[in-house]
């Protein structure tokens, strides 16, 4: 034994690490299934990965960071990382990078698993979805110009309204970069200025499988739908199709066109509204004029009828004083009968008739020669007729 | 990316129309005299959205930008 060389156990194991460093590992997968999946202080994952007759295990180990999907017990995989021996346990472990579900199966079971994940941490809350502005200006569109969602997004926009700018960023929506392009997308809209900042972000893709959509279940996408500052409409394929994204964005649409339908208004239904608006407050203005008016008609009604009630008391008082007219109007005539005989009594010319005369001097008629001179000129007025006399003579007595 | 200044009159404008039949309607007793204003205005706004409806053309931009 001698002979042979002595090394020590670290000093062996770095030598079986180098060697296993010679195997190709990127250049293929290790698919199997997941036993005792468990997670350590938050960071670190360590399962057990199994041919299906379960006699085969490879010891896996990755961190939680590096871990993109759910996986649990019981799920078939492909694992791509180094194989190596960990001194301190003598354990011979894969160190894995990337874990894909593998089978439609896997892959339903890993989206449930992320959608139960980000609905409890309440990226699906309806309490902060937003609204989207009415008429909005500019759009961003996030899709791929070969897809059939863009021509039926424009489509439909195009059809039902105008004047609008749409900001298109052209990516992948399947395979390997359409992850890092849909984030790098959304990116590059929110880190626009306010000014040029979209109104509304529309991602949008055609239908496909649980392997298609991958980049709308991604985790990390589904995180920059939910960070994003401008409102986001998602609409992916099929109606019957769902994504994370879907659930996420503000606005779920179901399918591309759908997504046109949801972000702008159709042009009838405004026009239409804008004529019924009018209408409306047209109505509402000729009402008030009528009921104006009606009050005017009221106030005039009530002053014909005050005038008329007048009038009927007026009618009435005069009839009143025609009716008592015959009591006291023979009275009354009598009296004046009377009167009339007194005051025909008084009448001088009455005298003057019984050969009176009256005499006056400048207007003045003449009761006393007192005044009177020698010579004055004096009038006398008779029955009939009047002369002028001087005085010549006159006695006091 | 330049701003669109029709496309801004026309949300401001619509919701200037909208708060006029509102005030139509809040109002218990409409004077006249500002409602015939009021109303001569929403026309005004009626006839400059119609208008602005008949746009039809939306404008694409393609972004050059690459990710990966």
């Given at each position: ?5 002595t090394?020590?156990?670290a ?10 460093r ?26 057990d990965?199994k ?7 490879l ?23 180094t ?5 301190r346990y ?10 894909e ?10 989206y449930?698993?992320?959608k139960?994940k ?15 502005p ?5 759009i ?16 439909i926009?195009?059809?039902?309204w105008?004047?609008?700018s ?17 984030l ?24 496909g499988?649980?392997?298609?959509l ?7 996408v ?5 960070g ?32 046109a ?8 239904e405004?026009?239409?509204e804008?004529?019924?608006m009018c ?7 000729l ?11 009221r106030?005039?009604?009530?002053i014909?009828?005050i ?11 005069r ?11 023979p ?10 005989k ?18 006056t ?6 009761k006393?020669?007192?005044s ?26 | 990316?330049s ?26 007793n ?9 109303f ?11 208008k ?17």
């Amino acid at each position: 034994m001698n002979t042979l060389r002595t090394i020590s156990v670290a000093e062996f194991i770095k030598l079986v690490n180098e060697t296993l460093r010679l195997i190709p590992s990127q250049e293929f997968v290790v698919e199997g299934e997941i036993s005792d999946f468990r997670i350590a202080q938050d960071k670190w994952i360590s399962f057990d990965l199994k041919d299906e007759n379960g006699e085969a295990v490879l010891k896996c180990f990755m961190t939680t960071w590096q871990l993109r999907v759910q996986i649990e017990d019981g799920m078939r995989v492909q694992v791509r990382g180094t194989p190596k021996v960990y001194e301190r346990y003598g354990q011979f472990k894969m160190n894995v990078q990337e874990v894909e579900p593998v089978g439609e199966g896997a892959l339903k079971r890993a989206y449930e698993l992320l959608k139960k994940k980000l609905e409890q941490e309440g990226l699906f809350d309806v309490s902060r979805k937003r609204s989207l502005p009415r008429f909005p200006k500019r759009i961003g569109l996030i899709t791929s110009r070969d897809a059939a969602a863009y021509g039926d997004f424009l489509q439909i926009l195009n059809n039902r309204w105008g004047g609008v700018s749409v900001f298109h960023l052209n990516v992948h929506v399947q395979g390997r970069e359409a992850v890092s392009d849909l984030l790098g997308a959304f990116e590059y809209f929110n880190e626009l200025s306010d000014t040029e900042r979209p109104d509304v972000l529309v991602l949008t893709r055609g239908g496909g499988g649980l392997e298609d959509l991958h980049a709308f279940n991604d985790e990390s996408v589904a995180r920059a739908v939910f960070g994003s500052k401008i409102p986001v409409v998602c609409g992916v394929g099929h109606e019957r199709d769902e994504s994370l994204c879907d659930f996420v964005a503000d606005v779920r649409a179901s399918t591309p066109s759908n997504a046109a339908e949801r972000v702008v208004p159709n042009r009838e239904e405004v026009r239409y509204e804008i004529e019924m608006m009018c209408q409306h407050s047209e109505e509402r203005l000729l009402n008030q004029l009528s009921q104006k008016s009606l009050i005017v008609e009221r106030a005039t009604n009530v002053i014909g009828r005050i005038i008329s009630q007048q009038n009927e008391r007026l009618k009435h008082l005069r009839q009143r004083f025609f009716d008592v007219t015959h009591v006291w109007a023979p009275a009354l005539f009598d009296q004046i009968d009377g009167f009339e005989k007194i005051l025909r009594q008084l009448d001088p010319k009455r005298v003057l008739a019984r050969g009176y005369g009256i005499v006056t001097i400048n207007g003045q008629v003449l009761k006393d020669v007192s005044s009177l001179e020698i010579g004055a000129s004096v009038g006398v007025q008779l029955a009939k007729g009047s002369f002028e006399s001087y005085v010549t003579k006159k006695e006091n007595n | 990316m330049s701003q669109k200044k029709k496309t801004i009159d026309f949300a401001s404008s619509f919701e200037e129309l909208e708060k006029i039949t509102q005030w139509f309607d809040s109002e218990e007793n409409v004077d006249v005299e500002v409602g015939l204003k009021k109303f001569e205005r929403g026309l005004e706004l009626a006839s400059e959205l119609k208008k602005k409806l008949s746009e039809v053309e939306n404008k694409v931009e393609e972004i050059k930008k690459k990710f990966t």
